[in-house]
């Protein structure tokens, strides 16, 4: 079945670093999600990707979706305290259930 | 307008008791998910319904687990018989939108905890 791989499982950073969390799926999706999860709560969706080769920005934090629509990133410039959390990517493939990855969890050193 | 509702926040159960979660979707919403969360894991798809239907069961086991999602009142998540396999956080997602499209609203999760 459809698999969501991300890298790397833990991430810490100081304040101000930048930090890369990686999507990758066995299959080309329709779609794909990111999520935050803060310690203790529940995800967030943040966004979606619809189009291959597709950037979008929010603030500090730039997406991008694959020109074959198999992978993804997010960026995050500038780490900041309120970053912390774990931060899962999401695919669809076609009609299926959204597959989630095992999530980066981002720690941030003040 | 309220989240998506989910109650107990934490349940303990002994082995062999049976849990029941509920989740009450946001105003709107007729899509709902439920997911499974173990520590350090992503969130594993259990079951899609809409009201009244199970749509996608796929990532449910099938002894023990059941749901629904009635026309009248909250979606629940039913486990028979609890093993300590079964502790888990258990989150509900609902949407506007069918599967394949839906962004997803989460519920806060009820963490299950089997003794």
């Known amino acids: 079945g459809q698999q969501v791989m991300q890298i790397p499982q833990y991430q810490h950073v100081q304040e101000g670093e930048d930090f890369t969390t990686y999507c990758n799926s066995s299959?080309?999706?329709?779609?794909i999600q990111w999520y935050k999860q803060r310690p203790g709560g529940h995800p967030v969706f943040l966004i979606q990707l619809v189009k291959s080769g597709e950037v979008k920005k929010q603030k500090r934090l730039t997406f991008q979706f694959g020109e074959a629509k198999k992978n993804s990133s997010l960026h995050i410039t500038a780490t900041q305290t309120t970053d912390v959390g774990t931060y899962f990517c999401?695919?669809?493939?076609?009609?299926?259930?959204?597959?989630f990855g095992k999530g980066t969890r981002l720690s941030v050193i003040a | 307008n309220a989240g998506v509702m989910q109650n107990p926040r934490h349940l303990v159960r002994r082995r062999g008791q049976e849990a029941r979660l509920r989740c009450s979707p946001m105003k709107g919403h007729s899509h709902v998910y439920w997911y499974r969360q173990l520590p350090e894991e992503g969130l594993k798809f259990m079951v899609y319904l809409q009201k009244e239907n199970i749509i996608d069961e796929s990532g449910m086991p099938k002894e023990r687990f059941s749901a629904e999602f009635p026309k009248e009142g909250p979606s629940i998540l039913r486990i028979q018989q609890v093993v300590r396999g079964d502790s888990a956080a258990y989150f509900c997602a609902s949407s506007p939108l069918r599967q394949g499209e839906e962004k997803l609203f989460f519920g806060s999760g009820t963490q299950l905890s089997v003794l």
């Open positions: 299959t080309t999706l329709s779609n």
């Open positions: 999401a695919g669809h493939s076609g009609n299926t259930p959204l597959v």
